[in-house]
């Protein structure tokens, strides 16, 4: 075929399809996450499959929508996610990005995404930040924050007893910002912090800095890490007999992929909040298992589950609003309540905090176990007012 | 009671201790990859991901065979020493005549795609692998508490390190190797077998590495990517003992862990830096290394 036809065959196709066009809207979306390091199985190629399956229930097609999904790794570089989110946005016509677990990405991601007008949905990340100081009209924080990670273990931990903290935090925003919130909750209870060390992430090795928590001779160690730093944490902390010797450790934020990892020998009796748990409910269990079949007979995690939801949200406000431009979305978003099988009932806030119930868990003991991924029992439900920051505390410009 | 710069000495010994069970894995790892230097003039990337493969077989002798740990410690190697024979036979003996950098990219492609595999069978999160029922437990030194499989580790890697330094230094078959290494015309012209000492030597350093990963599976997660974080810092402990020495690689690897527990008490921040910077001084004082010798 020359040139010519070709350009005639393009121009006959496009007056064809125009008229189509004019009723559809078509959206990208990018998933963009960890694929290959330390957070890939709590968020990775779940977190893909988990919006393949939103934009199935929410029959996209059906409703004149056209749902693209493109997915990229940032292996947690800020470097590498802002690049990639430069890309989606100005040449590959990506129009929101869902996921960014790795706080020092997310901050990034959020303000490319600000400046360029477009919008994110973060389910992976945990900084209190992205609603607080560096809050964004074109970011929600979905799924969990270290905040209310805070309010959950901490409070817990203190009112059990724990009066007295020590951290071994990650050195990066996220474990500067999850110890800085589990302070606060701590110090507000009537505890105290004794000491708190550094951690270079990711690490292997965590024995030195588990005996300086012990001989801190604090009540609790407070992991304020995550992944593969918590598993190798817990699993040593079992080793120099810390748990034996009366010293509790709080997994700040463990997902269920982590206790699968340990292993409930290692992981039981560990305090953890989470938002979402495959086994709460039937409907998380109806979704929990059509999500395993696609991924290899993994339940998901709460990153994973949050994708989900915000996908599905976003979708309902652009069939609502009838547009994708990102104010209108985003104004539509906050103004319609959320509701799904997975986080049920909820709302988002001014500040893009979304709302709902956070759960505090206690990993089972081997013997109560029914079988793989039976890892969890509910100890207590904290409301979203409960959970998470009020308002006017956040700091956020965008609160008046 | 006195202190050093505000910690308590038995916070320190402590910390010493654990140095030295860090520097152990270090000393394991850089000794393999030293024998492959020495004597194959490889720079082997492959190291890391052979150390992880070490740990995975562990875990799937005892998932899907039953087969314990101890069992696993010598069956990990001889199977991980094995994909290395071929390895070396089907790749690597084919660019031995080229430059160094060709052995680097060849045997850096490999881990890339070995850790590629293991990522997608078995995910990133990791497998949990149990402290075997007769090393649990642990012993108070009034100062610290010592884990009994960690103890273990210093006394296994220590064991075999000096043996592989007296095979090679002291043995007949170690007179062999170095003699094929300094020229391996007229070694050959002697009456022996070149190329299958150079294919064993190899298969011998991959054992290493997946011993290292057998005596790490109970303590550390057992992940596709737990040799990726090592085999970096492995590097720079052989850089800084001399490309090539065993004894060289033996003590940095020891020292080298001894210094980075200290960093762990004194500056946590640095802990994960503070080799680098010791080897960028190294290479400026002494270029061929601590125990290098220069060409």
């Known amino acids: ?400 | 009671m006195f202190e050093l710069l505000g910690v308590p000495p038995q916070a320190l010994f402590g910390q010493v201790l654990l140095g030295l069970i860090n520097g152990s894995f270090y000393a394991i790892l850089s000794l393999g990859l030293a024998v492959i230097f020495g004597l194959l003039n490889i720079i082997n990337f492959a190291h890391g991901a052979q150390y992880m493969m070490g740990a995975f077989v562990a875990w799937m002798c005892l998932n899907y065979l039953g087969v314990n740990y101890w069992a696993a410690l010598l069956l990990a190697p001889i199977v991980v020493g094995a994909t290395g024979i071929v390895i070396e036979r089907v790749f690597l003996a084919r660019i031995a005549k080229y430059d160094h950098l060709y052995g680097l990219l060849l045997t850096f492609g490999l881990a890339l795609i070995i850790q590629g595999l293991f990522r997608n069978y078995y995910g990133s999160s990791g497998l949990p692998y149990g402290i075997p029922p007769q090393l649990t437990g642990g012993h108070n030194l009034g100062f610290m508490f010592l884990p009994t499989y960690r103890g273990w580790v210093v006394v296994a890697s220590l064991v075999i390190c000096l043996a592989t330094w007296f095979m090679i230094e002291k043995t007949k078959l170690g007179a062999y190797l170095r003699a094929a290494t300094e020229n391996p015309t007229l070694t050959q012209a002697f009456g022996i077998n070149v190329p299958l000492l150079v294919t064993l030597t190899y298969g011998f350093g991959v054992a290493l590495a997946a011993f290292a990963g057998v005596l790490a599976a109970p303590i550390y997660a057992v992940n596709p990517n737990m040799g990726a974080d090592l085999i970096i810092v492995v590097f720079a402990v052989v850089v800084i003992g001399g490309m090539g020495s065993i004894m060289g690689a033996i003590v940095t690897g020891f020292s080298l862990g001894l210094i980075e527990g200290l960093t762990k008490v004194f500056y946590p921040e640095a802990s994960s830096t503070v080799i680098f910077i010791i080897m960028v001084l190294v290479l400026l004082v002494k270029p061929a290394g601590l125990f290098g010798r220069t060409a």
């Open chain 1, 1 to 400: 075929m020359n040139l010519k036809t070709l350009l005639a065959a393009t121009a006959l196709g496009a007056l064809m399809a125009a008229p189509a066009l004019a009723q559809q809207i078509s959206v990208k979306a990018g998933v963009l996450n960890d694929r290959s390091g330390i957070y890939a199985d709590l968020s990775g190629e779940g977190s893909v499959i988990a919006a393949r399956l939103a934009v199935e229930d929410f029959k996209a097609a059906e409703k004149g929508i056209k749902v693209e999904i493109v997915s990229a790794d940032h292996q947690n570089k800020p470097d590498v996610g802002s690049t990639i989110t430069r890309q989606w946005y100005d040449q590959d016509g990506v129009d929101l990005i869902l996921d960014v677990p790795t706080s020092s990405v997310a901050l990034a991601v959020s303000q490319i995404t600000k400046d360029k007008n477009k919008i994110l949905i973060n389910s992976g990340a945990g900084t209190s930040d992205l609603t607080g100081k560096a809050c964004s009209p074109n970011t929600v924080h979905w799924t969990y924050d270290t905040y209310a990670l805070a309010q959950g273990t901490g409070g817990a931990m203190v009112k059990a007893g724990g009066d007295s903290w020590f951290f071994l935090t990650a050195d990066y925003a996220f474990g500067h910002s999850l110890e800085r919130d589990t302070s606060a909750v701590v110090t507000k209870a009537g505890g105290k912090v004794v000491g708190a060390v550094r951690t270079p992430f990711p690490g292997t090795d965590f024995s030195s800095f588990l005996l300086q928590a012990q001989a801190s001779k604090a009540k609790v160690i407070g992991l304020a890490n995550a992944g593969g730093d918590l598993t190798n944490s817990v699993k040593q902390a079992s080793e120099f007999g810390i748990t034996q010797g009366g010293q509790k450790l709080a997994g700040l934020l463990t997902f269920a992929s982590d206790v699968h990892a340990l292993g409930l020998q290692a992981a039981q009796g560990l305090v953890l909040t989470e938002s979402f748990y495959w086994d709460r409910d039937d409907g998380t269990r109806a979704f929990s298992e059509r999500f395993a079949k696609l991924n290899g007979g993994k339940k998901p995690t709460m990153v994973q589950a949050g994708v989900y939801s915000g996908l599905l949200h976003y979708l309902k406000a652009v069939e609502a609003a009838k547009s994708k431009d990102s104010a209108v979305v985003m104004a539509k978003m906050k103004e319609m309540p959320t509701d799904d099988p997975l986080f049920g009932k909820g709302s988002i806030r001014v500040n893009g905090r979304k709302m709902h119930s956070m759960y505090l868990y206690e990993v089972k003991k081997p013997s109560e176990s029914k079988g793989p991924w039976d890892y969890y029992k509910q100890i207590a439900v904290l409301s979203g007012e409960e959970a998470f920051q009020p308002l006017a505390e956040t700091g956020c410009p965008l609160v008046k």
